[in-house]
């Protein structure tokens, strides 16, 4: 179970997107898990096979707890590694030199000059994750045969206490992609039969519902054993209709959800030695520009102001690095990525604030187009693992629904909180004269541990500096 | 488009857009932003809908006399 998030301590599954013996690649979205805030597809951290899962659908585990068996491919690597979920860059297991390099086509022969292999076994000991190298042919001139592979398969499942079983099982077993050390034996001496594998696989089937693909997520159980009946069932960008969610349910997530920001924000301001500032953007540059540029544009492709503000606050915490980035025990750990995490309202109450990856190297258009898909996805509770875990700086716009200005609480381990007040026109004095311009209040909530006012004034000036050129954001 | 259809797509595109909006019980004066609590982004998403739902595409310079439901209606009606 990885930590979606510095607050969270334990999640439930919700939902598993593989199933055992299914391939995987690091960054495949494998299960989908519930925190006290939203529903997040976690990804795998390595690549492999799923040997087996370990965490049922409903249950609610502590952060660190192993979710399944990835068996490394190309495999015979001893025993099973264990997903290894806080680390983020998962070390890749020592001393496995592939001998057969990555080949998404699994007709090519490999050019290892190991034991003859047909194309159909190779595909499945590469389905299976074994090494076609590492094991001895018995077929003729000792080319390698399916048996072979499946041999290798069960030896490798039994792990070391090696499982008692016959043939026949072990076949079945391996084609299903069931580890036979997870199947209880009825036969003598507690061996596995065919009997109990088909039970197995039985289980199995009930308990993970055959799933196309995470984009095609459409639960299958009866109700009482769904436990988030919100899931979106439809394409993700569409929101869950909570209309159609039994209100204790909306009652209790929504009550979850307001714990979980209690316990981050009173982490925040016992933590956090805050100091705020605030200033007027000048925007009508900015939205004269948007304006023209929208009049020429289909509604799907027109910007909002947010999108420049946004883009405007990632560019700001490159030349003010003093507010992008984590403290946490170390000190001070500034972040060379600006992970814009944007502060996204729930309807149904609370709010969330998953990131949008490298937003100020982003064309603007680029940036909206991955706003429009991240607030539908958060309203919708389907975030990926990464955008809930890593933003390194925060942005609120709640001027959006009418504030003229919001001093954030920064999420720790952040050192800063932006906040955009509500574009408006306004009075505006310059050289003598007064006019009406489109202006904004931008504030900063940032750490003192990290940086001071003049620095904080700085980068709130540079968003300003940036918005009177739009067209280079 | 007559009334009818014309209030038929604001009711439709508005419940995919904000299905906790129980329309029945929604003055047609509520302002959208405001009363509804739509954002920029909720709002896009709604002349979106309305776009591919009645093939009427309304201009950013007519954003204010669609502020209500009334006024979307009405636009709808009119351009429709």
């Known amino acids: 179970m990885p930590s979606l998030g510095a607050d969270m301590e334990h999640g439930k599954l919700v939902e598993w997107l593989v199933k055992p013996g299914d391939y995987v690649r690091r960054g495949d979205l494998v299960a989908v898990v519930d925190t006290d805030k939203t529903v997040m597809d976690v990804e795998s951290f390595q690549e492999g096979v799923v040997a087996d899962l370990l965490v049922g659908i409903g249950e609610t585990v502590p952060v660190g707890t192993p979710l399944a068996v990835i068996t490394q491919t190309p495999a015979e690597v001893g025993a099973p590694v264990r997903e290894a979920p806080p680390a983020r860059a998962p070390s890749k297991a020592a001393g496995v030199t592939p001998r057969v390099p990555e080949a998404p086509g699994p007709e090519v022969p490999g050019p290892a000059a190991g034991p003859p292999v047909a194309p159909p076994v190779r595909h499945l000991a590469h389905r299976l994750g074994v090494d076609t190298g590492s094991i001895q ?83 299958e159980l009866p109700a009482p054993e769904r436990p988030v009946p919100e899931l979106p069932v439809t394409e993700p960008t569409v929101p869950a209709p909570v209309t159609g969610k039994p209100p204790s349910e909306a009652r209790e997530r929504v009550a979850s959800l307001r714990r979980a920001i209690g316990a981050l924000m009173t982490r925040s301001k016992q933590t956090i030695p805050h100091y705020y500032l605030s200033t007027t953007l000048d925007l009508r540059t900015a939205v004269e520009w948007m304006q023209s540029v929208n009049a020429h544009r289909p509604v799907a492709g027109r910007l909002v102001p947010s999108a420049l503000l946004l883009k405007a606050a990632a560019l700001a915490a490159r030349d003010v690095p003093e507010v992008n980035g984590f403290y946490d025990d170390g000190g001070f750990r500034p972040s060379a990525a600006v992970h814009l995490g944007v502060a996204v309202a729930l309807r149904q109450g609370g709010l969330v604030a998953p990131a949008i990856h490298d937003a100020d190297t982003l064309p603007l258009d680029v940036l909206m187009e991955q706003l429009r898909d991240l607030v539908g996805r958060a309203r919708a509770g389907r975030l990926l693992r990464a955008e809930m875990a890593d933003p390194t700086l925060t942005v609120t716009n709640l001027g959006d629904l009418g504030v003229d200005s919001v001093y954030g609480v920064i999420y720790p381990p952040q050192v800063a909180m932006v906040g955009f007040g509500r574009v408006m026109e306004q009075p505006w004095a310059q050289n003598g004269l007064l006019g009406v311009r489109h202006a904004a209040i931008a504030t900063l909530s940032a750490d003192h541990r990290v940086s001071d006012g003049l620095r904080g004034g700085r980068y709130l000036a540079r968003i300003n500096e940036l918005l009177q050129e739009p067209e280079h954001l | 488009m007559n009334e009818q259809d014309a209030r038929a797509a604001v009711h439709a595109a508005i419940g995919a857009v904000a299905p906790d909006v129980d329309l029945d019980d929604v003055d047609e004066d509520s302002r959208l932003r405001q009363d509804l609590e739509l954002d920029s982004l909720d709002f896009l998403r709604l002349v979106e809908t309305i776009d591919t739902a009645t093939g009427v595409d309304i201009p950013e310079r007519d954003y204010p006399a669609v502020a209500t439901i009334k006024g979307l209606i009405g636009y709808l009606t009119a351009h429709g």
């Open chain 1, 137 to 219: 042919g018995t077929g003729r001139d000792g080319a390698i045969t399916r048996a072979d592979v499946e041999h290798a398969v069960a030896a490798r499942t039994g792990g070391a206490g090696r499982v008692r079983s016959s043939p026949r099982a072990r076949r079945l077993a391996a084609e299903l992609g069931i580890g036979l050390s997870t199947v209880t034996g009825t036969g003598p001496d507690g061996a596995v039969t065919v009997a109990d594998v088909q039970r197995a696989a039985a289980g199995l089937e009930g308990a993970v519902p055959e799933i196309p693909g995470p984009e095609l997520a459409v639960p």
